[in-house]
Each structure stands twice: as C-alpha cells, then as structure tokens.
C-alpha cells in the first residue's frame, strides 16, 4: 500500500447505538486528531444502524448514512470495517458478522456470547476471506487482555489463566463484604443503580464470565474455544455470612474464572471462590475487572481495569479499529484456525484442591458427629471448623475448610448427607484459590 | 505474501548471550513448537555473538554460527532479525542497530538507555528503511506494557503514566518495610543475592526508571522521548523511619517514575513518593514492576509482573520476534517521528502535590519554631506533623505532610532551612502520590 493511499480515512458501519455504541461514536469524535496520528488516518464512521432513529443520544445521526437494514451495513462499497454492538450470540448479530466476512471486510465486535460460542466459524470465515475478526471489546472492557495474551504472552506456554471478568458479580460481592450485607438486597441495590440487569442472571449465575474465560482460555492455550465445557456456578447462593467467615480465615469472596491446560485435559471453571487476601485479585474493587495469566518463563502477569461501561468499552473497540488501520491483523486466535487443539476436558473430580464447605444446620446435638463422620467416609480431611453465626433461616452456620484433596471426595460428602433432616439449607461450596 | 513464503523459518541473529540473551535460545528451544503455530512459522536462532566463547551458557553453541564481528551480524544474507542483548546506550550496541536499521532487518533490543538516548534516530532510520524497530523488553520485563500503551490504550488520550519500574528499588524498599531497616543494610544483602549489581548507581538513583519512564511517556502521549527532561530522585536516603512514618499516616514508600502530559507542557518524574495503602501500587512486593495509565475514556489501567530478568525479559523479546514474523510492526513510537509532538517541560515549580518532609533535628527548644516559620514565610500549609523516634546520625526525626500547594513553595522552605544548625542532615522531601 502506498503512503497516499494510507491517508484515506478507514470508513466504519456502526450497527447498535446503545451505551457503548455511542461511546464509540463520542471516543472517535474526542480522540480524532491523535487518533489519526496512531492509526496513519483518520477513523470515520460513515453509516449507521440501531433500532430507534428517535432516541436522542447526545449526538447528531444526521452526520451518518442511516441504514434500517442491519445485514446491508456488510456490503456497502463505502465501507472497511463493520462494528457490530447488538448482542446476543445469534440473531441479527451473527447474521451480520457472516455478511460482512463474506464480503471481505473487516468485523469488529464486543459480542463475548458471539465469540464464545461461533467464534471459531466466524475465524474460520475471516481467514478463508483474508479479512480481520477483532473482539478485544468482548473480554474485560477496557483491559486490553485479547492483545495482552495474544501477542504480549505469545512467547510462553501458558499452565493458567484466571480472573474477575464479571464486574456486576464484583460490584455485588464487593459491596456485600463492606456492608455485611446479603445477596438480595444488594442486587436490588446495584439493580436500582444500573449496575445490574433487570434480568440479571446472564451476570450473578456464571454465564458472562463463562462467556469470557472460554475466549481467554482459547488464546492461552492454543486451544479450540469450549464454552460447554465450562463448569459454571454463580454468587446467588454466598450469604454476607459466607464473607464474614472467610474473611476471618484471611480469604476474600471473588467470582473467579478459572482455566487451566495440562496432560490430563482442559479445566475451565466460573465459579465464588475463596481468594487469599494478599493475592491481586483480592484487591479488585467493585465494578472493575482483573485477568492473571501464568507463563513459564513470563511468570505472572497481571492486568487490571473497568471490566464494562460506555467509555473502557469504546476504548477496546476503537483499539481494534486501529489495529486494522495500521494493518496489523493476524489470526483471530492467534493461530490459524486448524492449528487450535482440541483437547480433552479434563477430570474435574480429579482436580486437587482445598474447599471451603458451608452449612446451615439446626441447632441440635449430633449434627456436627453426622457431617464429620460423612467427611471421614468421604474421605475428605478437614483443615478449620467454625461454629458461629446465624443464617437467615434461622439456622446455625457451621463453616469448614478442607486440606487439599480430590474435587470428588468434596462431592461424595455433600451427596451423602443431602436430604438430612438437620440441614436447614443446601450446603455452599467454594473452592479456595491456592495460586 | 504467499502461504509456502510464510513456512519460511524467521531467522535471527543474537548479539549478547548474559541473563537475557540465553533466555531467549533457551525459551525458543522450550516453546518451539507453540510459538511456530502462535508465529505462523518457527523462530530459528541462526547466528550469534558475545564476548565470551568458551563460557558454559547450559546450551551448545555449536548449533549456531559464532560469529566475532558484532556488526557483521547486520549484513549476513541468513537473516532476518536482529536482536541486541549487549547493552549500554552507545558503543557497539548501537552501531549494530544502526547497521542492522541501514540493510533493512528487523531490529529488536531490551537496551532502554539506547531507546531513551537514540530511539527517535533509530525509529526514523526503521521507518526510512522500511523495517521494523522493537523494545518491548526494554521496559518493565516481561509485562507488556509497550503493546499495551502503543495499542491496548491507543485510543484514548492518556493523561498520566506512572509506575514502579525499577525491580532493584522496588525489591529494597520493600525488605526496607518488612524488616525496618535502612537502605545501606539492605542494599548489601541485595548485591550479595544478585538483586543489585555491584555498582548499583544506575538503579539505586533513579537512572535506569527513568530510561523507562522517558520512553513510556513517548508512547503515551504522542511526544518525543525527553531522557533529559525527566527530573531525578533516587532512594539512598530513604530511611527505615520514612517508612515507619509513611506508614503510620497510611502510605508505603515506592520509587515511582510518573509523566503527566497536559497544556502546561510535559512533566516526567523519578523520585520516592508516598503511596496511599489501597493504591494498587501499595500491593506491588519484591522485584516486581507494574504501570498504571489513565486513559480519558478507557479510566485507569493497571499492568503488573516481573521486571527482569532471564524468563521474562526472553519472554519479551520473542513476543516482539513473533509479532515480526506476523508482520505485525507498525512504527516504533506508534506513529511516524514526524508526528510526535515537542511539548514545552512543565514548570515544575507550578505543580501542585501534597509533600512529606523529614528532617533530623537537634534535640532542643526552637527546632521546631524555626522549621515552621520557615514553612509559613514560604507558604506552605502543614497538615500533619510527628516527632517520633531516632536518626542514624543521632538526631531527632521530625516528620511533617503538607497541603496540596506548589513544588516551589516547599523548595524555598527548604532552601531557607539550608545550614541551619539545628539541622543534623540533609532534609527529606518525597512526594504523595494523590491519583
């Protein structure tokens, strides 16, 4: 390409005019002329597409070419790069991401439910097209981590990567820990606030983070992306209790991400977990996001931002526009699409850990003799008991700590003793990050 | 470029087989396999360079061409990349860079004083040449943090840059706050475990951050790389009671290299500041680097991990040799020299902060009357004040903070305190990081 060409402006289709959307729009706008000094040239959206013309957005639409058909942003002659900001993991979004590949253009998307579960078809479409998929929007907002282990920790083998990629789910639990408060009335709370969907069970049940840690788990390892073989467990089950006594253990309450690549397979997990109050990830307040991944010659890295939200967002969004400005768009995962290994998922009942086992029980003789003798039969090895506090159903909450053992032994346990007459509740469970 | 092109091996030659440059033949050898599939073909060391040909570096040399001549690494037909791991600004570090830039290969080095000093040369050499010029290990190990501001962040307008870029500081502050020591017990520990070098000027004054800080504020803000213009404070006499009273008022001592970019021109700083505890930078132990930059959309980013070292200073080198061989190399300074803007130095007199001061003071009436009246005729406002515990020199500590007010103010107190008899030493001055 000669350098006069280069001046050309890179020409967008925006489709979706929501909160990140018009961030895109605004970031653009504000950014331009040191934009253009970094991408070669100018960034210019040219048409657009969103299912109100109405709403008022706080900018003039009057300045694009409005579209009413989604699908046609993919073949305009006028344009480079489709911006896909609808959503949803099939419908219009896929449809659009199809058309545009096929064309040869260019597709940018924030869309991890997309990703995570065509993703691979949709690289697979890019490369037979010689055109760029880009997704950096999708995982963690504005951390820019699909560079960070794409090309940043592209030298090593990774045996980890793990994180807080759900910043509703954070933003909750946070807010639990500094209040002493329980799941409910915080949800209401971050729900009221905007923090928190009307239907917020794509966030607090695991499946967003899922979503997520099986694009991250992709790219780490050089593997094809699984997301069915997630393990997936959610926060509406942690009681401020829960907080209150892992705290006094010296462990904080975190939704974790967490794969891990070895011999015996792929281990991909979302799940609360018990993290040391001096690992990173314990300080990672509120809403914000954090990945760390584990290198054999990088060691740990750590990157941590606004894991969502109009401006970290658009900043990802527009960091992959000028990636394709500047021409610099290798694989979608890093590797050609044929290259990815398909590995076995692996054992999770073999997995060795320590766990952290909650009951609320009745407040009667005899029931701390059956839980114990359902661990020793189990075969699980009890590290810590407390005795202490009151669940909200009136129960007593009994709170253990494992010594590291198999994921099964835990689970035999909790089997044998479902349905006993002196639990109160269902038991909680909660690995314990020992990394 | 073809397919059949691309299964072309890159081939490199080394200059330089210490720590870092054994890292990489031994990286390369570990992760041949994954990085081929991550590169798209293997990365094949084919000619090295180094002082010493009989040392045992835990590989065979053999496999290599030995070559004596380090320049002659520049015009070898065999090659395409060569990478610098010899050090020092000038000399024959950079008269292969500038020959290797000149025959039109891919240069790659970890030598921040060479970036700091020549970057802008070399980059305009790379860009008239056509090649590709790289230095992610020259700043903060193996995080990758010149791919994260040059691309993760490159949309956003970015108004700060600051971190702990210095593992050797880093690592004797923090045996300083673990163990209440002072920096001359310390230091020596560390030369004796290999974390100081025997002299260890270039770290302990701030030199060695401030290489990395010049060149991380180039990359931020869009502006020449100002090495000169970078104001330096080292941490030779902090002493275990700064640290004892930085912590009693909430802060940890870090050396921290910051650069801010607004109107009032460029600043850039090395110097010991007082960090609040909940600062993510209070978190960062031991030999560990990390950098935050605060975006005007994506808010603040956080990178953490090792800052030296063989693993992940080869962990950076490759990760730049992999995105070579992807043809991934847009210009060195993120846009063409040219471009890059030659903002005034701020007036740092002008900057408002708030301060901590420390002086060892004579034990006896007036001391502190005089201190003050110096402090109120320069206009400086004090906000907290303690007189607590010993000097090494026998003295008093008397330790003061400040209101936010201007540099200047706090020099002129200073300077009127300046032979003061009830002075036993040179006052302490350290900045408190408020952002």
Known sequence: MTESLKTEPLKIALAGLGTVGGGV????????????????????????????????RGFDLNRFDWVDDTTALATRSDVDVVVELI??????ALTLAKATIASGKAFVTANKAMIAHHGLALAQAAQDAGTALK??????????????????????????????LNGTCNYILTRMEAEGSDFGDVLADAQALGFAEADPSFDVDGVDAAHKLSILASLAFGTRIDFDGVRLGGIRNVLGGDIAQARALGFCVRLVGLAEADASGLFQRVHPCLVPLGHPLAHVQGAMNAVVAEGNFVGRLFFEGRGAGEGPTASAVVA?????????VGPAFAMPVASLAAPETADAGAR?????????????PGVLAEITAA??????????????????????????????????????????????????GKPMWMPILDV
């Open 25 to 56: 729009v605004k970031l653009l706008d504000a950014n331009r002329e040191l934009i253009t000094r970094r991408a070669g040239r100018p960034i210019e959206v040219v048409a657009i597409n969103a299912r109100d013309r109405s709403r008022d």
């Open 87 to 92: 959503g949803g993991s099939d419908g219009p």
């Open 135 to 164: 997704y950096e929007a999708a995982v963690a907002g504005g951390i820019p981590v699909i560079k960070g282990l794409r090309e940043g920790a592209a030298a090593n083998v990774l045996s980890q990567v793990y994180g807080i």
């Open 320 to 328: 992959d526009l000028i990636d394709v400005a500047r021409g610099e």
């Open 352 to 364: 060795r850990e320590r766990s952290y086992l909650r009951f609320t029980v009745a407040d009667r």
């Open 375 to 424: 661990m020793r039969d189990a075969g699980v090895s009890i590290e810590s008991m407390i005795q202490r506090g009151e669940a909200p159903d009136g129960g007593v909450l009994l709170v253990m700590t494992t010594h590291e053992g198999p994921a099964r032994a835990v689970v035999a346990a909790l089997e044998r003793l479902e349905g006993s007459p002196s639990m109160t």
